[in-house]
Every structure is written in C-alpha cells, then in structure tokens.
C-alpha cells in the first residue's frame, strides 16, 4: 500500500478558505476511491472516479465539495468554504481493476479546521 | 443492504494473550469480499488481508488467523501471543465485488490496546 500516495499529510485551513487534497494511485492503477474518517468512527465512501470521470459521487457532500481525476496528474478532493465539521482524516485507494476487488491505501490527509 | 458490525468497541489485553476481534457482516450478493484493515497510531492503513465469498478455508498468517462462516456471516480474526505492537485500531470491510465500482464498506472498528 506505500504506492498509494497522498500530500499533505497534515493540512490546516481556516474556517472558509479551501482545502485541496492529492491522490496519485499505484502504479499501472486507474481507478481512485476517496474516504472519510470522522473522529470516532469508521471510513465512509465518498467518490469513486476513473481516469477523466466520475462514476459514483453517491457519498459526496451535495455542497462544497468536489472530486476529479485528470488525464495526468493526481486526483484532487476539493473542499470549499470549509467548515470544523470538515476536520477528518481523508484517505484515497487504488485498484486495478473495476471491481474494487484491490484496495491500496494512501496514508491519509489530515485535515483540521480553525 | 449491506452493513458490517464489530460489535467490540475496545479490548484491551496483556501481551502474550490471544484475542479474537469479531466482525459480522450484511449482504444480499453472493459474490463478495471481506477485508481486514489495522490503522496503527501513526494513522495509515495497512492491509491485512482479502477474502472471497467462495473460498471459506480458514487463513493462518504467522500470528494471525482468521475465520470465515458464510453460516453466522462472520469473519473473525484472531491474534495469537498479542503484542504491544498490535495495538491499533482494527476495520472489518465489505466490498460487493459483483459490481463495478463498488466502494468498501467499514465496520466502526475495534480498538485494540496491548499492555506489557
């Protein structure tokens, strides 16, 4: 799972500015999963995204939030206007293949809001 | 619909014991794959382990074990001879392979403290 990489590893963001996070998946995968991890509790599904689409964005916020996956480059989770309900660990995954039957992890982006 | 449930919030143990983490799970497909995850203190996730819903053979790992009942829908997981490195938290997760695309599914995790 160390081919899994995500930056920064601790970002701090005032109460409306944005928050950008990076994914770049392992090598040779194409397919990136997006989560979030409350204080206290387990992940929870966000978007799931292929190369230059978004295929299932059922677990994203409706307002603030936004995920691409450019042709090149890392994938990006957007937070606008951020909020203290935004403060989480985000983590992103990797897999090679459509079914998610592989599910690399990157270490995780901590986000905390003052 | 599909759930996981780790009905254990937090264990703690002294080293050298064996525990056993437990994780039901809630799925009406028959193909699936059931996932262990231990998030250290340091916060990453690290992969411990896949399973498919038709291999039900039980998976033995140095210390690690681990139990698949398609029966009781659980898939347990056992430390022998525990270790204060193997506090952490632990996740049970679900992924309803059948479909594309489809995300993992977390139980709320266990919380696992290994005193000496």
């Known amino acids: 799972n160390a081919g899994v990489m995500q930056n920064p590893r601790h970002l701090v963001r005032r109460r409306g500015q944005e928050a950008r996070l990076r994914c770049s998946p392992m090598k040779g995968h194409s397919h990136v999963y997006w989560y979030r991890q409350l204080p206290e509790e387990g992940l929870k599904f966000m978007v799931y995204l292929q190369k230059e689409n978004i295929i299932d964005e059922s677990g994203m916020p409706k307002e603030r939030f936004s995920a691409e996956f450019p042709k090149e480059g890392p994938s990006i989770l957007r937070i606008q206007q951020v909020v203290r309900g935004d403060s989480a660990a985000y983590f992103c995954?990797?897999?090679?293949?459509?079914?998610?039957?592989?599910?690399?992890f990157g270490q995780g982006t901590r986000l905390t809001v003052v | 619909a599909q759930k996981v449930t780790q009905a254990q919030t937090e264990i703690s143990v002294v080293e050298k014991e064996d525990v056993t983490l437990d994780c039901v799970y809630e799925t009406r497909d028959t193909t699936y794959y059931l996932f262990w995850y231990k998030q250290p203190p340091s916060g990453e996730l690290v992969f411990l382990i896949r399973r498919n819903s038709f291999d039900e053979q039980n998976e033995i790992s140095g210390r690690y074990s681990w139990n698949f009942q398609k029966s009781t829908s659980s898939f347990n997981f056992t430390i022998t001879a525990s270790q204060v490195v193997d506090s952490a938290v632990y996740f049970c997760?679900?992924?309803?392979?059948?479909?594309?695309?489809?995300?993992?599914?977390f139980g709320k995790g266990t919380t696992l403290s290994v005193s000496s």
């Open positions: 995954a990797s897999s090679g293949d459509r079914r998610n039957t592989e599910a690399f």
């Open positions: 997760a679900l992924s309803e392979a059948r479909q594309a695309g489809t995300a993992l599914i």
